[in-house]
């Protein structure tokens, strides 16, 4: 597909309005007649986008032609379109507005990471467990979930502890969490170091004397 620009002279009196599917013939600042299927156009630049046959003749391949029509010499349409194109659909702002909400957020839990002062796998650890809690914030070095689930440094299970019954359902869940977390970080840092394969000392083969 190949795209071309035109324009340079200045032309009057282009339509306001171009259908889609009319048939467009226009004549660009070179005086080369374009002539093509309206794909779109845009009012106020008046900008034209034409889909033309293709210069090797392949039925299955297009050029498509962008005209600037305040510049154009000579604008026809040959055949002009009854297609109506069908209604935008509506948009949903609240999922869009939730969607805003839900990557400010995502940005300003990386933010906290990053400026937490911690190492990089306290901030991975981080970013892991609020994948599916959203209530978790720093505290110093500290991991603080749901208000009273607290993870120490170095950020292994035995360092979840909270304010309340150690036996809680949320105190056993964030440490599910932080050990799945260390085995998988663990699995990976081992997938990832290149092995060393050392040869075996081959014996050293007798030579026994020959009779001279």
């Not at 498509?64 to 055949?79: E, H, P, S, T, Y």
């Not at 190492?119 to 981080?126: D, G, I, R, T, V």
Request: glycine share 4%; charged share 20%; with cysteine.
């Amino acid at each position: 597909m190949a795209i071309n620009f035109y324009g340079k002279h200045k032309m009057a009196g282009v339509n306001e309005c171009f259908s889609i599917g009319s048939v467009v013939m226009c004549t660009n600042c070179f005086d080369e007649e374009i002539e093509g299927e309206v794909l779109g156009f845009e009012p106020t630049t008046k900008m034209l986008i034409l889909k033309c046959p293709s210069n090797n003749n392949n039925p299955m391949l297009s050029n498509i032609n962008i005209v600037n029509l305040a510049f154009a010499k000579d604008v026809q349409v040959k055949k002009e379109s009854s297609f109506n194109p069908p209604p935008l659909p509506s948009l949903n702002l609240n999922r869009l507005n939730n969607r805003i909400k839900t990557q400010i957020q995502d940005k300003k839990r990386q933010i906290s990471a990053l400026s937490a002062n911690v190492s990089p796998e306290a901030q991975k650890l981080y970013l892991t467990i609020t994948k599916t809690i959203p209530e978790v914030t720093w505290q110093g070095q500290n991991i603080v979930v749901y208000d009273h689930v607290i993870i120490s440094p170095p950020y292994k299970a035995d360092n979840v502890k909270g304010t309340g019954n150690q036996e809680d359902k949320a105190i056993l869940y964030i440490k599910n969490i932080v050990e799945k977390f260390v085995k998988d970080t663990a699995s990976q840092q081992v997938s990832s170091t290149p092995t060393t394969h050392r040869s075996k000392p081959t014996a050293a083969t007798a030579v026994t004397p020959q009779p001279q």
